[in-house]
């Protein structure tokens, strides 16, 4: 389970553990980690819309989690989320996670 500490996701492993080998890894720092790899898998090709890219990657798992932990209640989920409601059913709708 994710730990939040001032507004720190530390991530954890399937195991529980730390990611980084009993060190708090920031979710900063695993996007980040992600991020140089994408890169260097890139070689010197540079990709076009890189931060919608990266939004739409972050954004619906942490809708699909977020709604999957409030069991479906979309006011607890915009509440979680920090956005309002009608925001989050534009981008449910979105990522058609609702009609």
Known sequence: MNIIESNVIQMTGNTGHNVSNNT???????????????????DDNHPNNLYDMVLKQIELPLLEIVL????????????????????????????????
């Open 24 to 42: 708090s890894a920031g979710l900063s720092d695993t996007v980040k980690k992600s991020l140089l790899q994408f890169f260097d898998e890139l």
């Open 68 to 99: 999957d932990r409030v069991d479906g209640n979309q006011s607890k989920a915009a509440e979680c989320l920090g956005i309002n409601r009608g925001t989050l059913r534009k981008k449910l709708k979105c990522y058609d996670l609702i009609k």
